[in-house]
């Protein structure tokens, strides 16, 4: 239940325009974790993305550009499954 407040709470500030310049190890151990491995691993498992990919399609979901430069889909959606998974 922690781990999955933590990664929620580290899933926000990935997606949040006014941080994109903030390090990702920077936003893992403000939430807790203290290896930028372990929390690349549990963010993965939790949302089925790298947290570096859930911030680049999320700011390409912004700017309204497709989620890879070669597809048409400019839906992207920068949802994260981990609330229907127990961590």
């Known amino acids: 239940m922690i781990r999955r407040r933590r990664l929620e709470h580290c899933r926000a500030h990935l997606l949040r325009p006014e941080l994109r310049c903030r390090p990702l190890h920077s936003i893992a151990i403000s939430w807790g974790f203290t290896r930028e491995d372990v929390f690349g691993r549990a963010f993965r498992d939790a949302c089925g993305m790298s947290p570096r990919d859930s911030r680049q ?18 839906t992207v959606s920068p949802s994260c499954p981990h609330d229907e998974r127990r961590l």
């Open 57 to 74: 399609s999320a700011a390409r979901a912004v700017a309204g550009l497709p989620r890879d430069p070669g597809q048409n889909d400019t």
